[in-house]
């Protein structure tokens, strides 16, 4: 849609925008739990990545943030920007941002056919054909704005890497990225529901190879939240044997959490045990600390000797999960991965193999962390896309 309309600012260009689904916009719709994350102010090439993460610096040059939101903001969109730098409609709602897009393309004359899913693009010339069911469109200059693989119930496909492969572009293999973690089911299927903010570190024996503190969310079969997420690119491409320690206590040293949970059982007895971590985290994971500690819950407070303790503590700030994956690409909100973006111009989107052809977004192998990265990435290079620079 950016893209679109990017294009369509020149009078001269007759603009057709060819949608697979019933309408534009539906994985859109979805992005921050319907909140739609639109921008992050903080959006950088350090949260990005791929084979040539620098790839992103032009496009985020010529739209960052502040223009994305100056914009939307002659678009009719209001905003509201959280501490953080995450950006979001101050309607809270998606269709805000939607609508406003679908707006402007008929102000400026996109022709828009939902419903048309593109079926093979061919050279015609030094233009291109592009097959649909029941006809085929030629047009001078085209831009293939498809997404990735993420994200299948919401319409996520691999036809555009299917659609490029014959006029030579090759892409790099593909994971899941934000996405939630699979986990031995075990304690996250009794915690099902259950927030929590912690410390996540993801480990390989003892290697450290990513960690981050947020909200994490038990489900059934592991950790999802905004925690988990950040890390499950490299649980994606880290390959197997990984495992995720989770502290739930991390602004407190484990002396100092030794000493408190000692002057709990000298001030509360006559407590039982299993409500020794009441009041520290929420009551359902505290129990099962204290199981996976193996504490012996039937004891009174008072009862409980310094080992278990000390093993109440260190379950407390080392919570060890085994990894079993992720949730894949139906669950996931991004693909890692893409066209090889050395075969593309960085300062137009143009392709290096095929002059006329654009790649912008999801596509490419570009993604984002949480926080409204992508979505920054995919109106930035949408928009350089859009001009269609030679």
Avoid at 255 to 271: F, H, I, N, Y
Avoid at 292 to 307: C, E, F, N, P
Wanted: aromatic letters at 6%; charged letters at 25%.
């Amino acid at each position: 849609m950016m893209a679109a309309l990017t294009a369509a600012e020149d009078k001269n260009n007759r603009v057709v925008l060819l949608e697979r689904q019933q309408r534009v916009g539906r994985k859109l719709l979805a992005t921050g739990n319907g909140r739609c994350n639109l921008t992050n102010l903080g959006a950088d090439i350090t949260h990005y990545h791929g084979e040539q993460p620098d790839f992103v610096r032009p496009a985020l040059r010529q739209l960052p943030p502040t223009e994305t939101l100056a914009l939307f903001r002659s678009f009719g969109l209001l905003t509201v920007t959280e501490e953080s730098g995450r950006v979001y409609p101050l309607s809270d709602s998606a269709s805000s941002v939607l609508d406003v897009l679908r707006f402007q393309l008929t102000q400026r004359g996109v022709e828009l056919r939902c419903a048309s899913p593109a079926r093979e693009i061919r050279r015609d010339g030094s233009g291109f054909a592009v097959r649909c069911d029941g006809e085929t469109l030629r047009a001078d200059a085209l831009i293939v704005a498809c997404g990735g693989a993420a994200g299948k119930k919401l319409g996520g496909v691999t036809d555009g890497y299917e659609l490029l492969a014959p006029l030579g572009h090759r892409r790099t293999k593909l994971f899941p990225s934000l996405v939630q973690l699979v986990t031995e089911p075990d304690y996250p299927r009794a915690l099902k529901g259950v927030r929590a903010d912690a410390c996540l570190r993801l480990l390989r024996g003892r290697e450290i190879l990513a960690q981050m503190r947020g909200e994490v969310q038990f489900t059934e079969r592991g950790v999802s939240g905004p925690a988990s997420f950040e890390l499950s690119r490299t649980v994606s491409t880290g390959g197997e044997g990984l495992f995720l320690m989770l502290d739930f206590l991390s602004d407190y040293t484990d002396t100092q959490l030794r000493a408190l949970l000692t002057a709990r059982r000298e001030s509360l007895p006559d407590l039982e045990a299993s409500e020794l971590l009441t009041g520290l985290v929420h009551n359902r994971l505290g129990k099962m600390l204290l199981r996976y500690a193996g504490v012996d819950t039937k004891k009174s407070v008072g009862a409980l000797t310094d080992r278990e303790l000390a093993h109440a503590a260190e379950t407390c700030k080392n919570f060890r999960l085994p990894l079993r994956g992720t949730e894949g690409f139906d669950n996931a909100q991004v693909t890692a991965g893409g066209l090889r973006t050395a075969d593309f111009d960085p300062e137009t989107m143009q392709s290096r193999l095929v002059p006329g052809l654009y790649v912008c977004g999801e596509l490419l192998d570009v993604d984002g962390d949480c926080g409204g990265f992508n979505l920054q990435w995919a109106w930035a290079s949408g928009r350089l896309a859009g001009r269609l620079l030679p």
